[in-house]
């Protein structure tokens, strides 16, 4: 099992930038791809981005393509998300996911854990 654990959520205004941070515990060396998800009240979840635990690649959704950056620290068994220039509709609770044996995937379904989410609201 692995647990996932976001933090770093708030309230900003548009324009501004957060730093979610996803602490991963449990069985993290069976843990083969990192991914941030998000979902808006009324909508689907959505990608957002993902990672490979072992290597540097690094996947983004159009939406958020030169704004956000996932990064990850092994040895800490830490997963980031830097946010800028944040808009109104990246409001969303942002969750963090793990992949135990797969590649990093824009699909949900292909995640075996997840955390609970972290709010994040931008204001206009």
């Known amino acids: 099992q692995v647990q996932l654990v976001e933090s770093g959520g708030g309230l900003v205004q548009a324009g501004g930038s957060l730093r979610l941070a996803c602490a991963a515990s449990?069985?993290?060396?069976?843990?083969?791809?990192m991914g941030w998800f998000r979902q808006a009240p009324g909508k689907e979840r959505e990608f957002v981005a993902a990672i490979s635990w072992r290597d540097v690649h690094t996947y983004y959704a159009d939406s958020v393509k030169g704004r956000f950056t996932i990064s990850r620290d092994n040895a800490e068994n830490m997963v980031y998300l830097q946010m800028n220039n944040l808009k109104p509709e990246d409001t969303a609770v942002y969750y963090c996911?793990?992949?135990?044996?797969?590649?990093?995937?824009?699909?949900?379904?292909?995640?075996?854990?997840w955390g609970q989410g972290t709010q994040v609201i931008v204001s206009s």
């Open positions: 449990g069985r993290t060396v069976s843990t083969s791809a």
């Open positions: 996911a793990a992949a135990k044996t797969r590649p990093p995937s824009p699909q949900p379904e292909l995640y075996d854990y």
